[in-house]
């Protein structure tokens, strides 16, 4: 799969300024990661260089108008790992993603700190929640959503809030390393709810291999 | 405008029936009805219950002429001064000889029905159309007593019920159907004051909307030119953090069209807005749909988000949140200058938690309080 050293991304975004935003924090990256193709149609992602892109940076909305849940479907169908990318915070836009299958969701303010993250988490199959989306799962009151322990919500709003793993593990005495186990295991839960996809399969099944979550909890 | 007494209008339409009435009910007791007690006096048996009957009459009539002055009503108190005039009427029918019954010098009957104006002409025109009946019924009951029913008395019992009666109704009538237009006029004028906000609170928002984009244009479109032509460079950090508060504050606006039933969301907005104005660049998160909770606590909701963003620099990220049960408002600032712990205001669950300079501070509002956990 992999066609050189490190990871590489394609990029889908109307806005010019994103798109070369996005590539200079790859740029910057330590390890950096290669940006093979850029474009504002799903084409740059299914044909050409951008169709062995690890990972795709998916701009939800690429024209005026309604979320391109569409597109994000037909991405997530073909079994790609799909990081949205999009200035929409609402929790129902972000969870309507998750269900779509796409392997995170970040808005466009909280690109800075957690885009390259994300990006290299969601390359290994690596659950990864950045603020917005642990918000919109911990208010989450659709039917058949995945159940939360108390303890798990409470990591989530104080992720959501402070935007700091450090702070949160203060704040509820515990580990960033336990902070980041409790985010990991909400994210998965939702993977393994709702309509399946190849992407969330993989999500579960690396978070069984690394330890994240056991078999009887699914 | 909003709280404009709706009776107004009606209470100064009314004072002006009212001074009539009680000008006409004096005017009657002391140039008609006292010349033909004096006239009589001889002829009463006795004669201090005639003048007593007088005495109460003007005092009602003097008692009403202080409550009009005072824009007051009688109130329940009308009730027992019927009663009242009423049973000394009665009695000083007793005193009136018999031939002198339903003639001038007996002023009992002409001079009663001008009292039940003053007293009911702001109730009901039934009301007041029985208390004047009272009147020619004792008449008529007391004079049956007396055996003078013959034609002439009965002639002229009906014919002072009927001219003087009539006076008095349409007297009372008249009254009330001034009180109706009255009352109608003040809920038109309410209405009218009403219709008269709504536009204004309208204009106000307009204008507010306008004046932001306003500023927008006159901040964001300089920079934006700079940018392009070359003369603002995107690597100079001052351009990038004129950039940031820019975006933070069209964030903001575009957070903002949606939260007119939401005055925390507003109330948190100024605040992030003044924060702005110092250079602090915010991003502001919602999630969900929270409760609205009462005016004072959303004061101290705000205010706490505003202690802790007022003494910031930098950046800072505030958060709103909640479910129907409960709020949370939430502020993290770089380089705050806030002592950290955990502490209650009234219902207020307040967290305060320091890392190096950044500074987190969580106050929250629960419906029903948790218990504690």
């Known amino acids: ?218 | 405008m909003a709280d404009a007494d709706p009776d107004f209008l009606a209470a100064h339409l009314l004072r002006g029936v009212r001074v009539a009435s009680t000008v006409i009910a004096t005017t009657i007791l002391v140039g008609l009805a006292l010349p033909n007690v004096l006239g009589a006096l001889d002829a009463y048996r006795p004669a201090w219950l005639v003048l007593a009957w007088f005495a109460v009459l003007l005092a009602v009539a003097l008692v009403d002429g202080v409550l009009v002055l005072r824009r007051r009503s009688w109130g329940p108190a009308r009730w027992p001064v019927a009663a009242m005039i009423l049973a000394v009427s009665g009695a000083a029918l007793t005193a009136v000889p018999g031939p002198q019954l339903v003639t001038p010098a007996d002023p009992i009957l002409g001079t009663v029905g001008w009292l039940g104006v003053l007293l009911f002409a702001d109730r009901s025109i039934r009301l007041l159309a029985a208390f004047l009946a009272c009147s020619p019924v004792l008449t008529l009951v007391y004079v049956g007593f007396a055996d003078r029913l013959d034609q002439p008395t009965i002639a002229r019992l009906l014919l002072a019920t009927v001219s003087i009666g009539g006076f008095q109704l349409a007297a009372g009538a008249a009254a009330m159907a001034l009180r109706r237009v009255a009352a109608e006029a003040s809920a038109a004028a309410v209405r009218q004051s009403e219709i008269r906000t709504a536009e204004a609170v309208a204009a106000q928002l307009h204008a507010d909307r306008d004046g932001r984009y306003e500023a927008l244009r006159d901040s964001v479109v300089p920079l934006l030119t700079g940018m392009a032509d070359g003369s603002l460079r995107p690597a100079d950090p001052g351009v990038r953090q004129r950039c940031a508060v820019e975006a933070a504050r069209m964030r903001r606006l575009f957070a903002e069209a949606d939260d007119t039933a939401d005055p925390l969301g507003s109330a948190l907005a100024a605040v992030i807005d003044v924060a702005e104005r110092r250079g602090v660049v915010v991003s502001l998160s919602r999630l969900g749909r929270w409760v609205q909770p009462p005016g004072d606590v959303r004061g101290m909701l705000v205010d706490e988000v505003a202690a802790a963003l007022l003494s910031a620099d930098g950046s800072a990220r505030v958060t709103i949140g909640g479910s129907e049960e409960t709020v949370a408002v939430s502020v993290v600032v770089e380089r705050g200058d806030v002592e950290g712990g955990i502490r209650d205001r009234g219902d207020v669950h307040i967290t305060t938690l320091t890392e190096g300079d950044r500074v987190w501070v969580e106050a929250r509002w629960t419906r029903v309080p948790a218990p504690v956990s």
């Open chain 1, 1 to 218: 799969m992999d066609q050189g050293p490190g990871t590489s991304v394609v990029i889908i975004d109307d806005h010019p300024a994103i798109v070369s935003g996005v590539a200079a924090w790859c740029a910057a990256a330590d390890p950096p990661i290669r940006v093979v193709d850029t474009g504002d149609r799903l084409a740059v992602a299914c044909a050409g260089p951008g169709r062995s892109a690890d990972v795709v940076v998916f701009d939800l909305r690429l024209r005026p108008g309604p979320p391109a849940f569409r597109e994000l479907q037909q991405l997530t169908d073909a079994g790609r790992r799909v990081v949205v990318y999009s200035q929409h915070d609402d929790a129902g836009t972000v969870l309507q993603c998750l269900e779509l299958g796409a392997a995170t969701y970040l808005t466009k303010a909280e690109g800075k700190e957690h885009l390259i993250p994300a990006v290299r988490a969601v390359a290994a199959d690596r659950p990864y929640a950045a603020p917005a989306l642990s918000g919109a799962m911990a208010v989450d009151r659709s039917p058949g959503r995945p159940v939360l322990s108390d303890r798990e919500r409470d990591v989530l709003i104080a992720w959501f809030e402070s935007d700091s793993k450090s702070l949160v593990a203060e704040r509820l005495y515990l580990s960033v390393k336990t902070v980041e186990t409790y985010i990991g295991r909400v994210r998965v839960k939702y993977a393994n709810a709702g309509r399946p996809a190849t992407t969330k399969a993989a999500l579960v099944a690396r978070a069984l291999q690394d330890g994240l979550i056991e078999l009887d909890e699914l």
